[in-house]
């Protein structure tokens, strides 16, 4: 498998480990979920995600910079080829990814599987800004800098397999994700 960067490469390897695992012992299921942009937070406000320091990842620094706590966010690049040139992700709410933890085990089959977890819809950087403007009705100043090293234009899944064998569907959209995102950094 081609990975792109060595974050990638670790993912690789876990799953190499797993599929070896699985040919050495025939009792083995494997189930190999391959998260794409795990985003939000419970619905309840009480489990979330708070990075320590300045945050790497696109949705917690919105939420860094929705409060006040930093200046403003920094788009890596807008001459990407994607639909207003900003980087495409395929974003999936983290409730509708737990919810797919529980399907994988309810329907783990024998042999190796695997299975992309997301929504298989793309949304860019300046999509996600605008939404989470108007959703939580919050200002997110930003400004567009160089692109960001080892980023790739678009990154979305297919997810047939996994709603087909897994009976799941990721139920939640943009608006559920920022809004819960939003209400978790300020309870
Ligand atoms: N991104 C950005 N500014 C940030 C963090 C991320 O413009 O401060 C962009 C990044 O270039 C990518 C998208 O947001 O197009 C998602 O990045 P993230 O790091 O959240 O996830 P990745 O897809 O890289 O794992």
Redesign the pocket.
Known sequence: METTNPYGETKAMSERILKDTAKANEDFGVSLLRYF?PVGAHESGLIGEDPNGI?????P?ITKVGKGELDK?????NDYDTVDG????DYIHVVDLAEGHVAALENLNPGINIYNLGTGKGTS?LEMVDAFKKVNKVDVPYEIVQ??KG?IAK?FADVSKAEKDLKWKAKRGIEEMVRDAWRFENS
Do not use: K
Request: glycine share 10%; proline share 5%.
């Open positions: 942009n945050p790497n990842n696109l949705m620094f966010l920094y788009i890596f690049g900003t980087g495409v992700r950087v692109r960001r980023d990154s």
